[in-house]
């Protein structure tokens, strides 16, 4: 069994952003800059932002994050601030830490980013570019996923694969990413969600399974086609920690390789977060006649 772990990746991904980031500085004049939202104080929000501030002081990105109060905080004012921050000429990604509270519509508040500045890769444009397959910003978690399983040397080439959960955030985008044409995807997927006949039955004919559906340990080792490369998206808090939506225990010695929770995706959702805002950056830098010399 393959341990397939996030950690070294992903510093492998920051490491590459910091270097660029150093190049690029001083060709452009100044440094990558990513705004950061973040209405309420919704606990694992709250670690998620740190991490990401942290991961942006060691790649050299500059980062800012706006905290506002989910008591004060209209549609209208978090839509205004969304504008503020498209319209500056001094930022280059712009993302709204999710959830939002229930009072505030969070597609309309996506829908409005600059897809330009879309680092998160959720708004409709970027989806839409990521469907016909053509250059955009790509969802944080499964541009992680896609990652690893090219650092690992695991193609789903040609492999059904089986992804648990349609969010817009994770199964959607990861179904399509793992059905493009290409040499590191080209598998025939499955999408299962709350309406799937029998979930267990899909999921033992996956030759890759990608779990992302917010329930602890819901994959068990009977659902498990022996030899599996199993993916877990999930992290849920339980009693004894954070856990998966895989039962790591009793499947990891029926999978051929498995992702650990925590140390498996969650770190390289965050260096794919870095990398986009550094592609945001680029092609920002760019189109103001900044155009590195060939």
Not at 18 to 32: D, I, M, N
Not at 89 to 109: K, N, S, Y
Not at 172 to 181: C, F, V
Request: negative net charge; contains cysteine; aromatic residues 4%.
């Amino acid at each position: 069994m393959i341990l397939l772990d996030g950690k070294k990746p992903a510093a492998e991904v920051r490491s590459r952003v910091k270097r660029e980031v150093e190049r690029l500085r001083s060709l452009y004049g100044r440094a990558p800059h990513l705004a950061v939202i973040l209405v309420g104080d919704d606990p694992a929000s709250q670690v998620y932002v740190r991490n990401k501030e942290k991961a942006c002081e060691e790649t050299g990105v500059v980062s800012r994050v706006w905290r506002l109060s989910a008591e004060t905080t209209t549609q209208d004012k978090l839509e205004d601030l969304i504008l503020e921050l498209n319209d500056s000429e001094d930022i280059d990604g712009v993302l709204l830490q999710m959830p939002i509270p229930d009072a505030l519509d969070p597609l309309a508040c996506q829908s409005l980013i600059d897809p330009a500045k879309d680092v998160d890769g959720f708004h409709p444009e970027n989806m839409g570019r990521l469907v016909l397959g053509m250059p955009g910003l790509r969802p944080c978690t499964p541009a992680g996923v896609m990652h690893i399983l090219e650092r690992y040397s695991l193609s789903p080439c040609g492999k059904k694969a089986v992804v648990l959960g349609r969010s817009n955030i994770v199964g959607k985008p990861m179904a399509i990413m793992l059905s493009q044409p290409s040499l590191l995807s080209n598998a025939t997927v499955t999408m299962c969600h709350s309406r799937t006949a029998d979930v267990a039955a899909e999921c033992r004919e996956a030759d890759f399974l990608v779990a992302a559906i917010g329930k602890p340990k819901f994959v068990t080792r009977d659902m498990v086609k022996p030899g599996a490369v199993v993916i877990d998206v999930g992290i849920n808090r339980a009693d004894e920690g954070l856990v998966g939506d895989v039962d790591f225990e009793s499947v990891k010695d029926v999978a051929s390789a498995i992702t650990p929770v925590p140390g498996g995706i969650g770190p390289m959702t965050i260096a794919m977060l870095m990398s986009n805002t550094l592609q945001a950056y680029v092609w920002r830098m760019e189109e103001q006649g900044g155009e590195e010399p060939r």
